[in-house]
């Protein structure tokens, strides 16, 4: 036990000394360490000043660097600047140029164009009053004789600019307005611009326009409007006649003046309104057409107030209708008295169209009229045909029945016979009989009747014998 202590004394003590050097060790270590900091931290120190001066170094370094690389760049700035600006100075100055050789190639286009459109309206100032029906068929059939003078028909709604389109083709013929027909002339009430009545125009020495009543989709929906076209195309209504389109007229039963025909059709639309000409188109295009074997020409009004949306709108809507052949025009009005060089030779370009479209359609009309005729001559034959084989169907059964009745007639007679035949023979057999019977009575009767005359004689004898006898008494008696 005693050594345990003394063990446990002595690992204590050489704890503890182990401890207090260690303790001493540490405390050594500490200070070294301590030292080796401060020499360390003096060192940094020491660095970080080397350091300090050197980023200053660099900092200035660059710092100038940067300087002059400013310096530089401002120096090509301004040196760009300056470029740029004289080159954008020259450019400029190219543009000009440019827009001035432009104006000015422009300029001679337009001069040249005008001078080219003034030209071609000369030309055809000259051309189209001389135009007459038939001048533009080549070679005409023989038995086609065209009209002296041309009628166009105007067609279109109240207001579209029928009766300025007229004094539209006047203007673009003489380059000036003398006189304006304007829409009194032909009408009733003149500020409603209510034609009512046809108007003829004449604007060249073989051409008439027909300035006309306002016809509208709900007329164009009836029959009598269909009848009222077809009779002014045909020539059947006379041009002082009130012009109705939804009654029936009595037109229809006048007669044929060709003087009246309308050989060519015009339409005349509104370009701001390319909606309301729908219905319009359909009906009467197809009218036309049928009637004329040819498209008619339109003619685009208000072209002037009309957007080039609304134009081109326009211009889709007529050619879907078939219509092609047209022509644009700001018309003469009362507060516009003049044509555009464009617009004039529209109208003359119209002017010419129209008498080539005329002679067409009245080398067509003649086709069609003959064509109709031939038809109505083969349906005449055709009906003669029908008649005269009714005819012979009839005296065929007429004859048949004839033969019929005949042949029924002699089996009739036959069996007549044949039964009088039979009759007879019965009758004969009868009679025969009767003969016998009759002989045998007779006979008989004779037989009776002889006895009797026997017997009558025999008695007659007796008589005789007895008045003989008597006589003989008598006489003897007388005698005795
Ligand atoms: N801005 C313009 N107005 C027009 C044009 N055509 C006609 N007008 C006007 O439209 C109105 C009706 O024209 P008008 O010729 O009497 O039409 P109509 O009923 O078809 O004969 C009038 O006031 C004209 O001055 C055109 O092309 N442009
Ligand atoms: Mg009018």
Excluded at 62 to 68: F, G, H, I, P, T
Excluded at 132 to 161: C, H, M, Q, R, W
Excluded at 356 to 373: C, N, P, Q, S, T
């Amino acid at each position: 036990m005693g050594n345990d202590q003394s063990n446990f004394d002595d690992l204590k003590r050489r704890q503890i000394e182990h401890e207090r050097k260690t303790e001493k060790e540490k405390k050594e270590l500490w200070n070294k360490w301590l030292i080796a900091e401060k020499e360390q931290k003096e060192q940094k120190m020491l660095h970080e000043a080397e350091l300090q001066r050197e980023r200053a170094k660099i900092e200035t370094e660059l710092k100038r660097q940067e300087e002059a690389k400013k310096m530089k760049l401002k120096e090509g700035q301004e040196f760009l600047r300056t470029e740029h600006l004289k080159r954008e100075k020259a450019m400029r100055k190219a543009i000009e140029e440019e827009e001035q050789m432009k104006a000015q190639i422009l300029h001679e286009e337009k001069r040249t164009s005008e001078e080219r459109k003034t030209k071609e309206l000369d030309k055809l100032r000259d051309e189209v009053p001389n135009l007459k029906p038939g001048d533009s068929i080549e070679f005409p059939n023989e038995d086609t004789t065209f009209a002296k003078e041309l009628n166009v028909g105007l067609y279109g709604t109240t207001g579209i600019g029928k009766s300025s389109f007229i004094n539209s083709l006047k203007f673009a013929l003489k380059g000036e307005l003398t006189e304006l027909t304007m829409e009194q002339t032909s009408t009733d009430n003149f500020h409603g611009g209510n034609t009512v009545r046809r108007l003829p125009v004449r604007i060249t020495k073989y051409l008439t326009f027909i300035d006309n009543r306002g016809v509208g989709a709900e007329d164009l929906e009836t029959i009598d409007a269909s009848n009222e076209i077809i009779s002014q195309l045909e020539g059947r209504s006379s041009f002082a006649e009130k012009v109705e389109w939804r009654k029936e007229s009595s037109s229809k039963k006048t007669l044929v003046n060709e003087e009246k025909q309308i050989h060519c059709t015009v339409l005349v639309f509104d370009a701001q309104n390319p909606q309301s000409v729908y219905t319009v188109l359909s009906k009467l295009v197809t009218e036309i057409f049928e009637w004329q074997g040819r498209y008619p020409i339109g003619v685009i009004t208000h072209v002037d107030v009309a957007t080039p949306d609304q134009l081109e709108n326009m211009y889709v809507v007529l050619n879907s209708a078939g219509l092609v052949d047209t022509y644009e025009v700001a018309n003469i009005t009362r507060e516009r008295k003049e044509l555009s060089l464009d617009h004039q030779l529209n109208m003359l370009k119209l002017m010419k169209r129209c008498i080539k479209e005329g002679d067409r359609i009245f080398a067509l009309r003649g086709r069609i009229e003959r064509m109709e005729v031939q038809q109505a001559e083969e349906r005449e034959r055709e009906a003669e045909e029908v008649r005269l084989t009714q005819a012979r169907f009839e005296r065929e059964r007429v004859e048949a029945q004839q033969a019929k009745e005949e042949e029924d007639a002699r089996i009739a007679k036959e069996k007549k016979e044949a039964l009088q035949k039979k009759i007879d023979a019965e009758v004969e057999l009868v009679l025969q009989e009767k003969f016998e019977k009759d002989r045998l009575a007779r006979e008989a009767r004779e037989a009776i009747e002889a006895r009797e005359a026997r017997e009558a004689k025999k008695n007659k004898i007796f008589v005789s014998l007895a008045a003989l006898v008597v006589l003989l008494v008598s006489i003897w008696w007388a005698v005795e």
